[in-house]
């Protein structure tokens, strides 16, 4: 029998998840926040709801083997190993600072090197969760500092693998022993690379054979059976349920099920998620952070102070302006999710003491809910650092002594990104022979498309001496093909400004971009949702053979009016999806007949479709109306879809 109070505590619980839910979706907070916020109030050292907090915590262990499980589909190795050495040295040193500088001030106040060791790991640690839904959000995964904090993170849970061997040595008995570490290192690798190998020859094959019966429950439980069976498999080797979760949806990753298998777990997982959030706030102590206020403040300090510095001094160091540093260092400034995992580990191998596990678990949640409000102010953040007096070459970054010289340009396109559109447009400048020049925030695509004689830049556009160096003030177009909005913004701003004349053509992903970009100066502004959809409505309307010119007038109307045109269309059209099934070698098209065009009034003969066009009129529509196989005698009039058959050419000759 189910014990009431647990499922009171359940309810509890849901009912306050909904809530929070709710609230933070309007506000645009992750509500991972609101889940550790949630726990703490309903918790025992608040007010008391929630009893069962052992039960509770079981399922929430079980929503920590989930997430990780999903982390690990969602994870690629390809993706992983596409990580270029700039990225890759990055993520390590950002840790391995982290690491040291937590490390010595520990040991400064008498804990041991293993404690130091844990403790730094623990801080070093960022919220893949809380970060990636944040950038996202904002569209800034792209970006160049998107990418970077992307590959730290993924190096963060990727670095889960050394450091869960690493903790039964680290709270060994006899203390720090270097060969004992690497032995369990060693051990936890070749375990980790026999399950690897084992799972993708026997896996794939499971799979398929569960997929050919083409029943969605058997496929649930097969993949339940392969996480739980891995992560179990892995503890009795010695190692966490964590880990092994962490290496069964790598293996499902490695297959062609891993979309599907994280599409079906994926709702269990937010449920176990939840749960697992909620647990973390119940666990803290609020007695013991009101007793300990100024240590838990001057925690919280020392964490955003400790990661900042060294989240914006790496990418620096690597070669990265200072802005790219900044924003990075500050997405990257709170404790992650898995150092509470972590934490609780260390706390039962005594790395960590139990006021000090309060004064972490404090500290962390807090830094967790500055988060979203620290990176939405990361811009200005980031432009009251680069008004310092710092140093032009590590302002700009390393990368801006590899600059072509100064070239003078007149009448020209600048393309601000070379990413898919970039190249797109890029390429079309050069096969007009219309100058142009590229400005670029990756170094390694500046040093490769130089060598393929593309007139590329690395630099910032969102700087004014950038600009200079590429003579805005001479240039006739101005295109902006980047992902980040809030760079965009302050593009289109500056050029506006320093050349009042130019055409400046902006990118972005969203429509509620369209506006303030508009505002800002630019004079034409492409959302790529909504041209997506302009494209989407355009195929489907020729599907159905709508007048290829009442198309244009359509995609005319959206783009000049945005959206409201799909709020106001109520034309109905006859489709004729029948007729091109048995004309495979020709195309249909149709076209409506305006009033006071020229053909209305004429007849087909007069009009001379087949004799100047080489088109056919295979019927007419007029109303309810079908006339088929009309004759050279009948007269167009308002209104009349005319169906044509003919080659493209001919019919592209036509509408011209």
Not at 175 to 203: C, D, K, P, Q, T
Not at 261 to 273: C, H
Not at 605 to 631: C, D, H, M, W, Y
Request: charged residues 20%; glycine residues 8%.
């Amino acid at each position: 029998m189910v014990d009431p109070v647990l499922l009171r505590d359940f309810v509890f619980i849901f009912g306050v998840a909904i809530g929070i839910t709710f609230l933070f979706h309007q506000i645009r907070i992750a509500p991972i926040v609101g889940y550790l916020i949630a726990g703490v109030l309903l918790g025992p050292s608040v007010l008391g709801i929630t009893k069962d907090i052992e039960s509770i915590e079981v399922l929430a262990e079980i929503g920590v083997i989930l997430l990780l499980f999903l982390i690990g589909v969602e994870f690629s190795l390809d993706e992983f190993l596409r990580m270029n050495r700039k990225m890759f040295m990055a993520a390590f040193l950002q840790i391995f600072l982290t690491t040291a500088v937590v490390m010595s001030i520990a040991i400064y106040f008498r804990a041991s090197i293993s404690q130091g060791f844990f403790i730094g790991f623990l801080v070093a640690m960022s919220s893949t969760a809380i970060v990636m839904k944040v950038l996202s959000d904002r569209g800034e995964i792209d970006s160049p500092h998107g990418r970077l904090t992307t590959a730290i993170l993924i190096f963060h849970d990727l670095s889960l693998v050394v450091i869960v061997p690493l903790m039964p040595g680290l709270g060994g008995r006899s203390g720090f022993s270097a060969i004992g570490v690497v032995m369990n290192v060693l051990f936890a690798l070749a375990f980790v690379g026999i399950v690897i190998v084992v799972s993708r020859s026997v896996v794939p094959f499971m799979l398929y054979r569960v997929v050919q019966t083409h029943s969605r429950e058997l496929f649930l439980l097969t993949i339940i059976l392969i996480c739980f069976g891995t992560a179990y498999l892995t503890s009795l080797a010695g190692l966490s349920l964590a880990l092994g979760a962490f290496l069964a949806g790598l293996i499902i990753s490695e297959s062609e099920y891993g979309h599907q298998a994280f599409s079906e777990i994926l709702p269990l997982k937010d449920i176990f998620g939840i749960l697992f959030f909620v647990s973390i706030g119940m666990l803290l102590d609020f007695g013991s952070v009101l007793r300990n206020p100024w240590v838990v403040l001057l925690g919280v300090a020392g964490i955003l102070v400790i990661k900042f510095a060294a989240g914006a001094l790496v990418p620096v160091v690597i070669g990265y302006p200072v802005r790219v540093g900044v924003l990075v260092a500050v997405a990257l400034a709170q404790i992650g999710e898995f150092s509470f995992v972590l934490s609780k580990e260390g706390l039962n191998y005594g790395l960590i003491s139990g006021d000090g596990y309060q004064v972490f678990l404090a500290a962390a949640i807090i830094t967790m809910m500055f988060t979203p409000f620290m990176i939405q102010g990361s811009v200005r953040f980031s432009d009251a650092f680069e008004r310092l007096p710092i140093p032009s070459g590590v302002k700009d970054g390393r990368f801006r002594a590899e600059r072509n010289k100064k070239v003078e340009l007149y009448d020209h396109a600048i393309v601000v990104g070379f990413g898919l559109n970039g190249r797109n447009v890029s390429r079309v400048l050069e096969a007009s022979r219309i100058p142009f020049i590229v400005l670029e925030m990756n170094p390694d695509t500046v040093r490769n498309e130089k060598k393929r004689g593309i007139p590329i830049l690395y630099g910032d556009a969102s700087k004014e001496s950038m600009l200079g160096e590429v003579d805005v003030k001479n240039a006739r177009t101005v295109i902006i093909a980047i992902s980040d909005a809030s760079a965009t913004r302050r593009i289109v701003e500056l050029v506006r400004r320093l050349n009042p004349f130019v055409y400046i053509i902006a990118r972005t992903r969203y429509t509620n971009e369209i506006d303030p970009l508009y505002a800002l100066g630019a004079n034409d502004v492409i959302p790529e949702e909504f041209e997506t959809s302009i494209e989407i409505i355009s195929r489907v309307l020729h599907q159905y053979f709508i007048p290829a010119n009442e198309i244009e007038n359509h995609i005319r109307e959206v783009r000049k009016g945005g959206y409201e045109m799909f709020r106001n269309v109520e034309h109905k059209y006859a489709s004729f999806p029948e007729l091109k099934q048995h004309l495979p070698d020709n195309e249909i098209e149709t076209v409506r007949i305006k009033d006071g065009s020229d053909m209305a009034g004429k007849t087909l003969a007069e009009v001379g479709f087949r004799k100047k066009f080489g088109v056919t009129v295979l019927a007419i529509q007029r109303g309810k109306e079908t006339i088929a196989n009309p004759s050279g005698d009948n007269k167009l009039v308002p209104d009349d879809i005319v169906i044509l058959l003919g080659t493209r050419q001919e019919l592209q000759m036509f509408r011209k």
